[in-house]
């Protein structure tokens, strides 16, 4: 949905291939634009769309040198946001000295200091590629690994953060296999293991399993997917599995998710020390060797031992996947195979971090990449379309490279950490420029619209996931629903309503709302009853409680213990369109946009009405409905609403936002300018966006455009006419369009 910066001259269109850009649909450059059949063609230029052009106006993240400590720049190291704004790093393999680590680094962002933590118990042996997993707000979950005798590792050691000492639990159940550059996920108090890699051949597991971390016993294993290097994440009952490599040893763009509602083998723990007979008297008649415990410590160069009570698990010599049954929930797969806002697994080192059932990828700058071809992505898991958020260029300062990627567990900020690659930018070792974790990036994810995994996002009537059977026995469905029951009832219906609020009526014109309700809607501080001319319709009544607006309208609070008008007579004016205003009055009761499924007498707001909402949180200073609206906008942008966006966030100061619909409108020009929305904006406004092409941007048609569409293309050769040269374009391309859907069958594969 970002805007598309051409790179080729086939690609000059201002329409894109398609109206839906949600990647899955592979090979959508081949398509053309639907007013491409049109004989008076014009087509949007952008010279050079970069040119001149620096980081957008609004939000970028800043990079921040770091002190103290500083640890050398680990590979497969541990690196997790603790809380209390800690940021820890344990473990890891120094790529200098051929050094493997235990040591427990802790960086502070408030002084941003770097410090070596003194930690006492049982000290875990070195190791790297294993996962650090923080529960319950004061521990990390350390499991697995492999040491510096490539030995791979099966243990769980669990650190406090508030005593910093370690401590190893005594666990049953069947062992997982020693593993490394796994994924590890917390739910319901069970930690999953999905993948990684294992043995002197670096085989990939495909299985997952669990612990349970309040009886420490562990599930057997079951077959999933066969990965390593990847993500993983519970959302929705299931966990989903993103990236990394896979068993060919390729970078993979598929996803995969596991249904865990309505399996037992998810619901209940696991028998304590029970082990799958089946399996133990298979293995009496079958090369699969048994599960063995180091029987010694193992000391590495570090001085420190292992655990001798650390499960070790010697180099498999057969395949899991071929004695591990079938995961029991049901296992589903989808494969992006291209598209204009698919971020290419190939290129730049990628960090894969989620928030509000959303998989952000962090494409970073590399060896081959630079900044401006950088981008972060989103994917929304709900209804699995990607979304590009933001350009390279816009996030990334040129110079750096970037090795960690570290999430607080509220799903708000993310850091990346890294050092700057230039020479002279940080310190010269003995054998010239040496890499560091010295400078750290905070990234603000609520700028982009994130509300965070505290505050989830209404559910969507037209999400991929199958919808759940609702209870109908459930007593209540939270205070917020309750409340809706009586929103807008008169009172003599026994709803307790005792006061009005009044908008503008649904007939007055929709130039006048677009080009001056909106502005003149009153400010905060202008604490009396709005203005309200002779002639202007007002809507019919919209019932409330006063107490539910006093208590969740801080603006409508000083009203009325300034008593003013609106304390006197009970009503007040709101100078919006009515379904704005009744959308607002609905959020003040239930924190919701969006009625629930079963609030028929509420219809669901649509875009236009978000953007009015977006515009009300600004003016009445309410932060999370402003996050629900910029979250919502930015995930629905589409052609019919983009204009009224674009306008709409420039009154409420949403520059990113702002900038996202703008750049959406230049992509879908031909198709923008002939929406109500596009011909409701005011008259500046056209203007002001008319001036977001790129200053080098020029329209083009006629014989020029002839010329340029038969250079393009050598198919075209000397021979023919223009005219029959640009419909030689048209039904080449739509052979492509019929091949390419094809080839969709072939590339997405769904089950």
């Not at 921040?64 to 790093?89: D, F």
């Not at 009886?215 to 929705?236: C, E, K, L, M, P």
């Not at 730049?348 to 962090?362: E, K, M």
């Not at 917020?480 to 807008?488: P, Q, T």
């Amino acid at each position: 949905m970002a805007q598309h910066h051409p790179s080729t001259p086939a690609a000059i269109s201002s329409g894109p291939a398609q109206t839906s850009t949600d990647g899955i649909t592979p090979h959508a450059s081949a398509l053309t634009p639907a007013s491409a059949t049109s004989s008076s063609n014009t087509y949007v230029m952008p010279n050079s769309p970069l040119k001149n052009r620096g980081p957008v106006d609004g939000y970028r993240p800043k990079v921040t040198r770091t002190l103290g400590q500083r640890p050398a720049c680990l590979v497969n190291a541990s690196v997790t946001y603790c809380g209390n704004n800690q940021i820890y790093a344990f473990g890891g393999f120094d790529q200098y000295t051929d050094e493997v680590y235990n040591h427990v680094l802790r960086l502070d962002l408030v002084s941003h200091q770097w410090s070596l933590v003194d930690n006492y118990g049982d000290i875990p042996g070195v190791r790297m590629g294993h996962t650090a997993t923080l529960y319950k707000g004061d521990k990390l979950l350390v499991f697995g690994g492999e040491n510096e005798h490539r030995t791979y590792l099966a243990d769980l050691i669990i650190f406090d953060l508030k005593t910093a000492h370690w401590t190893q639990p005594q666990v049953s159940g069947p062992i997982p296999k020693g593993r490394a550059r796994h994924a590890a996920v917390l739910h319901e108090d069970k930690l999953f293991i999905v993948g990684g890699i294992t043995g002197h051949d670096n085989y990939v597991l495909d299985d997952i399993c669990y612990l349970d971390l309040k009886t420490f016993t562990w599930s057997r294993a079951w077959r999933f997917v066969g990965r390593f290097d990847h993500s993983a994440y519970i959302w929705g009952d299931r966990v989903w599995v993103f990236g990394g490599l896979s068993e060919d040893m390729d970078k993979v763009s598929d996803l995969w998710w596991l249904d865990l509602k309505g399996s037992p083998a998810f619901e209940s723990p696991p028998q304590i020390g029970s082990l799958d007979r089946s399996g133990l008297a298979r293995s009496a008649v079958s090369p699969r060797p048994a599960y063995q415990a180091a029987q010694s410590s193992v000391v590495g160069s570090s001085g420190y031992a292992a655990n001798s009570r650390t499960p070790q698990v010697n180099p498999p010599s057969f395949h899991l996947k071929s004695y591990a049954p079938p995961a029991p929930g049901a296992v589903s797969a989808l494969k992006f195979v291209s598209g204009t806002n698919v971020p290419s697994q190939g290129q730049g080192i990628h960090f894969h971090v989620y928030s509000s059932g959303t998989l952000l990828d962090f494409v970073t700058p590399a060896a081959t990449i630079s900044s401006k071809d950088c981008s972060l992505s989103a994917l929304d898991l709900g209804t699995l379309r990607w979304q590009k958020l933001a350009e390279g260029r816009e996030i990334f300062k040129s110079g750096y490279r970037w090795h960690y990627c570290t999430m607080n567990e509220d799903g708000t900020k993310a850091w990346l950490l890294g050092c700057p690659t230039e020479a002279g930018a940080i310190e010269l070792g003995a054998n010239g420029l040496e890499e560091y974790l010295s400078d750290i990036m905070e990234i603000d994810l609520r700028r982009y619209g994130f509300l965070g995994n505290n505050l989830s996002s209404e559910p969507r009537t037209d999400m991929a996931r199958p919808s759940r059977i609702r209870l109908t026995e459930q007593p209540s469905k939270g205070l917020g629903a309750d409340l809706a029951k009586l929103f807008n009832q008169p009172p003599e219906t026994g709803s307790g309503t005792d006061f009005i609020v009044t908008a503008l009526s649904r007939d007055y014109d929709d130039d006048e709302i677009m080009g001056s309700a909106l502005v003149h809607a009153p400010e905060p501080s202008d604490g009396g009853q709005t203005w309200l001319a002779a002639d202007t319709p007002t809507s019919a009544p919209i019932h409330v409680h006063r107490l539910i607006l006093q208590a969740r309208w801080p603006h409508f609070a000083r009203l009325w213990s300034s008593q003013m008008a609106e304390f006197h007579t009970k009503k007040m004016h709101i100078p919006e369109p009515y379904s704005v205003v009744k959308a607002f009055l609905y959020y003040l009761y239930t924190d919701r946009i969006d009625p629930a499924d079963d609030d028929a007498d509420n219809a669901m707001a649509d875009l236009s009405d978000v953007a009015g909402l977006l515009v009300m949180s600004n003016i009445y200073n309410i932060p999370h409905l402003r996050l629900l609206c910029v979250n919502r906008l930015s995930k629905e942008l589409d052609v019919d609403h983009a204009c009224i966006i674009w306008y709409c966030a420039g009154l409420a100061g949403e520059e990113w936002l702002r900038k996202r619909a703008a750049g959406f409108c230049m992509t879908h020009w031909g198709r923008v300018v002939r929406t109500a929305g596009f011909q409701r904006l005011p008259r500046t406004a056209l203007v002001e966006l008319s001036q977001e092409i790129d200053m080098e941007g020029r329209v083009v048609g006629g014989d020029e455009l002839d010329m340029m569409v038969g250079g393009i293309d050598g198919r075209f050769g000397d021979g023919g006419s223009a005219a029959s040269r640009r419909k030689e374009s048209v039904s080449s391309n739509q052979t492509q369009m019929l091949e390419s859907e094809v080839d969709d069958d072939d590339g997405m594969e769904m089950s």
